[in-house]
T-cell receptor, first 115, second 114 residues
């Protein structure tokens, strides 16, 4: 079956512009995660959605970052007024149910470059 | 705060060799530990997931063990092949944070040479 998909695969933007990154989880997966992978920082958690519950936003680095998940499926990560330190690979993952027991399936990522 | 460390950071071995990758974590209150591989420019592929109540998991040439009390996991790769060349990441789902996220190590970059 289809895996987690993300778009675009690459995004180059100018400092100060807003960007939107999209994630399509595996069909039927109730949980969705966003992570960021940057040089020198490794992989870090950003946000977690589970069904209709309020998302866990504890990993968002600033209020310029926001995410939503419409209809319990597709998710969009928005970065406003991008900065050069936002340059990273943004990875999305999904699980069938709870992350406490389930494997996380990752998408290929979106490479964001802020000039 | 959970911290995950992987040793070594990089490893180069000849084809056919058996090898062990190490992962340690500071907080033993975990739900599970997962091993992933990442190929250059690609996302993560799950290899093995060990629940906190388990001691090991096996898949083909891969065997992962978990010693929760000492905060350690090892990934054993038997009869390594050039196709095993990748970065290997371990990650834990911890009680802190409600198990809603994975905390990753910085990875071991493996190169298997012909």
């Amino acid at each position: 079956g289809a895996g987690v998909s993300q778009s675009p695969s690459n995004k180059v933007t100018e400092k100060g512009k807003d960007v939107e990154l999209r994630c399509d989880p595996i069909s039927g997966h109730t949980a969705l995660y966003w992570y960021r992978q940057s040089l020198g920082q490794g992989l870090e958690f950003l946000i977690y959605f589970q069904g209709n519950s309020a998302p866990d936003k504890s990993g968002l680095p600033s209020d310029r970052f926001s995410a939503e998940r419409t209809g319990g499926s597709v998710s969009t990560l928005t970065i406003q007024r991008t900065q050069q330190e936002d340059s990273a690979v943004y990875l999305c993952a999904s699980t069938p149910g709870t992350p406490r027991t389930d494997t996380q399936y990752f998408g290929p990522g979106t490479r964001l470059t802020v000039l | 705060k959970q911290e995950v460390t992987q040793i070594p950071a990089a490893l180069s071995v000849p084809e056919g060799e058996n090898l062990v990758l190490n992962c340690s974590f500071t907080d033993s209150a975990i739900y599970n530990l997962q091993w992933f591989r990442q190929d250059p420019g690609k996302g993560l592929t799950s290899l093995l997931l060990i629940q906190s109540s388990q001691r090991e998991q096996t898949s083909g040439r891969l065997n992962a063990s978990l010693d929760k009390s000492s905060g350690r996991s090892t990934l054993y790769i038997a009869a390594s092949q050039p196709g095993d060349s990748a970065t290997y990441l371990c990650a834990v789902s911890s009680f802190t944070g409600g198990g809603n996220k994975l905390t990753f190590g910085t990875g071991t970059q493996l190169k298997v040479e012909l």
